[in-house]
């Protein structure tokens, strides 16, 4: 109680000196401060320089000179956290019942898998041998095919936290890692990666007898689930229902407004620097145009304070779906969680809503009025 404070004194000893300093504050001793800190200013000026220099001229140059940096900065599938973590044991990351396994998809294109089973199977009948997962897909548990976004792997922390959820709910969910990411051999590419989500839809489809297949696709993995779905819809092979998770509406705007393209927004050469590249590779991801194929229901999840995909990109999408379903605008929902409660772009599944919004969201998909 007692304790001094000095903090209120020694302020006010600041305060007086430097008051004191401004009585005798004139040009020159304005000069003389200039003069003792110039070789400060150079030197902040000389680095400022050099940064915008980096940044505005070094990098747009560097980036047009290799073609191949833009698709690694998108697909981001060398980037890692945790770096050393063994795929090939979803019991480490804290799965019960599930499996791994591998499917040959090309020549030199083998990608890794996760099976988890619903959660009534480990309360019924508790632990399946691996060799019996394939043969569960068909004992009439809906199925989920989750395709993830950028970076990471199968089991980085949001998606396990995701597919516990779904199997709590009581589906299967089912995931990879496109090529070239986690331990999948090859380098993926926008054709690539949705030649993967396909071949592990089809290799389910083989499996699942009567079962419906849901798609769940987060990020930029909304962008393959949209390509898959307008596929399979086109083939007349349609899923059951599809969610999107914080989707973009086009590679185009989600680059452009992807925080790290935030110095480079305004240059009047950013569309040829990097909007081109991303073409000049194959990288486009329309899925506003992809999703007008596309017919069964769809629940689109974004959050306000999502700073990788903004909010209104989710909500472009979600207009351009609902104007052409003319007479059918109710199979598309949007679903918006507030920017207050910090879920940002990974963390929907916190929502204590979510498995309420997943049960009617099947139960739309399954009885369409
Ligand atoms: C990874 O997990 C598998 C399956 O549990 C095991 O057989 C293998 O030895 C593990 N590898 C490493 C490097 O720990």
């Excluded at 089991?155 to 199997?167: D, I, N």
């Excluded at 990879?176 to 290799?203: L, N, Q």
């Excluded at 307008?230 to 059951?240: H, I, Q, T």
Aim: charged fraction near 25%; hydrophobic fraction near 40%; proline fraction near 6%.
């Amino acid at each position: 109680m007692d304790t001094p404070n000095f903090k209120p004194d020694s302020k006010k000893g600041k305060r007086k000196s430097k008051e004191g300093k401004n009585d005798a504050a004139s040009k020159g001793t304005f000069l003389r401060y200039f003069q003792e800190n110039a070789p400060n200013f150079l030197f902040t000026a000389k680095i400022t320089t050099l940064t915008l220099f980096l940044i505005y001229i070094g990098v747009p140059i560097f980036v047009r000179s290799n073609p191949w940096i833009l698709p690694r900065v998108v697909f981001a599938n060398l980037l890692r956290w945790p770096p050393f973590v063994n795929l090939s044991s979803p019991a480490d990351f804290g799965l019960v019942n599930a499996r791994n396994f591998y499917l040959d998809v090309e020549d030199n294109v083998r990608i890794g898998s996760w099976h988890v089973l619903p959660k009534s199977i480990l309360v019924e009948r508790g632990h399946i041998p691996a060799e019996k997962f394939e043969d569960e897909l068909s004992n009439g548990k809906r199925v989920f095919l989750y395709l993830h976004g950028n970076s990471g792997t199968r089991g980085s922390h949001h998606r396990v936290q995701l597919y516990k959820l779904l199997a709590s709910l009581d589906f299967h969910v089912v995931t990879i890692d496109y090529r070239g990411y986690g331990d999948s051999s090859g380098v993926p590419t926008e054709e690539g990666v949705v030649k993967d989500a396909y071949f592990i839809y089809k290799w389910l489809k083989q499996r699942i007898g009567n079962t419906k297949i849901f798609l769940w696709g987060h990020s930029l993995g909304t962008g393959v689930t949209t390509k898959l779905a307008k596929v399979l819809c086109n083939e007349g092979d349609l899923p059951a229902g599809i969610v999107l998770e914080s989707p973009f509406n086009n590679m185009k705007d989600a680059a452009t407004y992807h925080p790290f393209s935030l110095p480079f927004r305004m240059l009047p050469w950013f569309d040829w620097i990097f909007l081109k590249s991303l073409g000049d590779q194959g990288i486009f991801f329309k899925s506003d145009e992809s999703i007008l194929s596309v017919t069964p229901h769809i629940m689109i999840l974004h959050a306000e304070d999502d700073l990788i995909v903004p909010f209104d990109l989710g909500q472009k999408l979600y207009h351009k779906a609902k104007a052409t379903r003319t007479h059918k605008t109710k199979n598309v929902e949007f679903v918006a969680f507030k920017g207050d409660l910090g879920y940002g772009h990974k963390l929907i599944y916190q929502a204590p809503e979510i498995g309420d919004l997943i049960r009617q969201f099947i139960q739309k998909c399954e009885n369409p009025d």
